[in-house]
């Protein structure tokens, strides 16, 4: 039996329109890792050293609002652990008009994309796998998004057990690390 943990996060907003401040791209990404054990607990205790070296940490880490020299520390720490990135990047400009007529349809569709491509390379050799995703919105809509996740994975994961669960990145440190593989990945796309 042989597991592997999926960790997601997405990046982007749900605004479609080309003015400011709105962005061009929404983008849904997973790391996937047989062993998260050394990464959470890796990332815990880079979090425990910074708060004693005093460096401006919050209650956890989160690449956009965190300065300069904490993600350069998370980043490097990311860099000796072995997991893999997937990244779909969708130009929200071109979606059709019926993908896009909730904001849950367009995540599921962007999560269906996704899986389609990224799961035949990361699943192979795994009978089962569990996937955390990071909340999205209000504790009301949570419910359309995780329906949209759970009918994906039915789709596209076949012949695997599976378990899903989504919650805030301050309740799983390997969520903080998907977190700040989709904020560079953002960041590149969004220039």
Same mark, same amino acid.
């Given at each position: 039996m042989s597991?592997?943990?999926i960790?997601?996060?997405e990046?982007g907003?749900?605004?479609?329109?080309r003015n400011?401040?709105?962005s061009?791209?929404?983008i849904v990404?997973?790391i996937a890792?047989?062993?998260?054990?050394?990464?959470?607990t890796?990332?815990s205790?880079?979090r425990?050293d910074?708060?004693?070296?005093?460096?401006?940490v919050g209650e956890?880490f989160?690449?956009?609002?965190?300065?300069?020299?904490?993600?350069?520390?998370?980043?490097?720490?990311?860099? @000796?652990?072995?997991?893999?990135?997937?990244?779909?990047?969708?130009?929200k400009? @071109?979606a059709?008009?019926r993908?896009?007529p909730?904001?849950?349809?367009?995540?599921?569709?962007?999560?269906?994309?996704?899986f389609k491509?990224?799961?035949p390379?990361i699943?192979q050799?795994?009978?089962?796998?569990?996937?955390?995703?990071?909340?999205?919105?209000t504790?009301?809509?949570?419910?359309?998004f995780?329906a949209a996740?759970?009918?994906?994975?039915l789709?596209v994961? @076949?012949n695997r057990?599976?378990?899903?669960?989504?919650?805030r990145?301050i309740?799983?440190?390997c969520l903080q690390?998907?977190d700040?593989?989709t904020?560079?990945i953002?960041?590149?796309?969004e220039?």
């Amino acid at each position: 039996m042989s597991r592997l943990f999926i960790f997601a996060d997405e990046a982007g907003c749900f605004n479609f329109s080309r003015n400011q401040g709105a962005s061009k791209y929404y983008i849904v990404c997973t790391i996937a890792c047989a062993n998260c054990a050394d990464l959470g607990t890796g990332l815990s205790n880079l979090r425990r050293d910074l708060v004693w070296e005093k460096a401006p940490v919050g209650e956890y880490f989160h690449a956009s609002e965190d300065k300069q020299a904490v993600r350069d520390r998370v980043f490097a720490l990311l860099a @000796k652990h072995d997991f893999s990135v997937q990244a779909t990047i969708m130009e929200k400009s @071109k979606a059709l008009p019926r993908i896009r007529p909730t904001n849950h349809r367009f995540y599921q569709y962007g999560w269906f994309y996704h899986f389609k491509h990224a799961a035949p390379k990361i699943v192979q050799g795994v009978t089962e796998m569990q996937i955390t995703t990071a909340s999205v919105g209000t504790h009301k809509g949570q419910a359309h998004f995780t329906a949209a996740v759970n009918d994906v994975v039915l789709q596209v994961v @076949k012949n695997r057990t599976w378990a899903t669960n989504f919650c805030r990145a301050i309740a799983d440190p390997c969520l903080q690390a998907a977190d700040y593989c989709t904020w560079a990945i953002q960041k590149k796309w969004e220039v």
